[in-house]
């Protein structure tokens, strides 16, 4: 039989929410998967992440990555354990860093699953296994394949593969699947995630002009950013504030990304913040590999980024800062009285060791709690951000008394402004399917794109098709 002569994606994941990005292109015979990533938030998380694909895992032939954040990849050894045994497709920064999450992943995965059996013997029920094991995960890393940005590969017969700059995280990409289907070229371009402009260390992303269908993310599709610099000098208010009620200020963060920016402005700031007087904690095992992959990959920064990383101005060398990584010491940081920054994983709160510091924490008056990153539904992070009174946490209820910061100008995704001009260089209008997006940020993006560039616009929907 013939191949078809198009091209044809279907969405599974992060339609509606912006965790779970999973989408399944098919072209002719073939098929590629952009992304498989582990939804984040919600009390059916578990389930969800547990639950069938959508798709068989063995007819795939080839997988491609856009970037090393958990909700893009953390379901691959899963994938792999479901009967996938093809490559896996990314850029080299990317592959370093899916080692460091995708190993934590696993760790956590195993911690939570002995928790809940020790919970199921004791009431006479069957264990329960973690999703996937390190041994998994090292079968995943085997199959991952790097492409350079700007890079045209062929992956599979006709089929061909390339990355750009996304401007998100290091190694992030946006991705151009392009295909010899009855004899016409077609192309797909997913963004992944877009990261806005004059991101400490990182460049802006790479423009792209041309395809046939844009599968775009709109997470912040329906707001516009405060400026940077209002937002550095907000943080610094808030730290003097804090200082003065003799409290701890508790930073949840994104291990890679945020937490680099985090530290980049308190090195910028040491000075006029006053933070020798303070104790800084990046409480986080993988905060020395992560800088090494930093280290490694330094060639992707921007001018600025170059300078203070290879001058030895990087962002993990303030005087006073220390990098904690036994669970031991972690604990023990919740033995002090006051006057602690304490950074930590995860940044939507729903897992990690911020989990422990917020229980020890988010009950004094004197404390601060800085969400300087997206708080996807269901997370402990939204409800917190969303003004509860009380939360549970290791099944203990919390009254919340600490005060709330959101600080939305350190996004590393595009604002609704971002994404229409990074939209704005395609020459063809491609039409679009918005995908990592809630459906009120999905609908204000939508509008914006039909009024300003007359764009046919798709709210993709889960289960849904659409033709290249």
């Known amino acids: ?17 912006v965790t779970g990005s999973r989408h399944l292109v098919e072209c002719g015979k073939r098929q590629v998967l952009l992304d498989c990533g582990m939804i984040q938030g919600g009390r059916g998380e578990a389930a969800r992440n547990s639950a069938a694909f959508g798709f068989d895992a063995r007819r795939l032939d080839a997988v491609v990555v856009s970037h090393a954040h958990i909700d893009h990849i953390g ?30 992943s696993a760790s956590l995965a195993a911690a939570d699953a002995e928790r809940e059996t020790r919970v199921r013997l004791r009431r006479g029920e069957a264990p329960v296994a973690p999703l996937y094991s390190l041994n998994d ?21 006709g089929i061909n593969v390339d990355f750009e700059d996304a401007g998100h ?13 009855g004899g016409r070229r077609r192309s797909l371009v997913f963004s992944g995630d877009i990261g ?83 104790k800084i904690y990046l409480d986080s095992p993988m905060a020395s590999k992560v800088v090494e992959v930093y280290k490694r990959h330094a060639d992707l920064f921007d001018a600025d980024g170059k300078r203070r990383m290879l001058g030895g101005k990087g962002p993990f060398q303030l005087p006073n800062l220390r990098l904690v990584s036994d669970a031991q010491d972690s604990m023990a940081l919740n033995r002090r009285g006051g006057g602690a ?11 990690g060791r911020i989990r422990h510091h917020l229980r020890h924490n988010l009950w004094r008056e004197n404390a601060d709690v800085l969400f300087v990153g997206y708080q996807a539904m269901g997370t402990l992070g939204r409800r917190l951000v969303d003004g509860a ?42 039409p679009v ?36």
């Open 341 to 351: 920054i304490i950074i930590a994983g995860s940044g939507m709160c729903n897992g």
């Open 1 to 17: 039989m013939a191949d078809s002569p198009v091209m044809q994606v279907q969405f599974h994941g992060a339609v509606g929410e």
């Open 196 to 278: 806005p402009k004059n991101t400490p260390f990182l460049c802006d992303p790479t423009v792209r002009n041309e395809a046939d269908l844009l599968l775009l993310e709109s997470t912040y599709g329906d707001r516009l950013h405060r400026s940077r610099e209002e937002t550095v000098a907000e943080m610094g208010e808030i730290l003097d504030h804090a200082w003065q009620d003799g409290g701890n200020v508790l930073i949840p963060a994104f291990a890679v990304g945020r937490s680099q920016e985090i530290l980049y402005w308190f090195a910028r700031h040491f000075d006029d913040w006053g933070l020798a007087r303070w």
């Open 389 to 430: 009174p009380f939360v549970t946490i290791f099944g203990e209820k919390i009254q919340v008394k600490a005060r709330r910061h959101t600080i939305g100008g350190l996004s590393a995704h595009a604002d609704q402004a971002g994404l229409l001009e990074w939209y704005g260089n395609f020459t063809s209008r491609p």
């Open 137 to 157: 995960v090292a079968d995943t890393l085997q199959r991952m394949r790097p492409i350079d940005y700007g890079v045209a590969q062929e992956i599979l017969p």
């Open 75 to 104: 379901r691959l050894p899963l994938l792999l354990k479901r009967g996938y045994g093809g490559p896996i497709y990314a850029t080299p920064a990317t592959i370093h860093l899916a080692r460091i999450m995708l190993e934590d």
């Open 433 to 468: 399917a918005l995908v990592h997006g809630e459906d009120t940020a999905r609908q204000a993006l939508a509008a914006e794109l039909k009024k300003r560039f007359g764009t046919e616009v798709t709210i993709a929907m889960a289960g849904g098709r659409m033709t290249v």
């Open 169 to 181: 995280i290091i190694g992030a990409a946006s991705v151009r699947l392009t295909a010899e289907l």
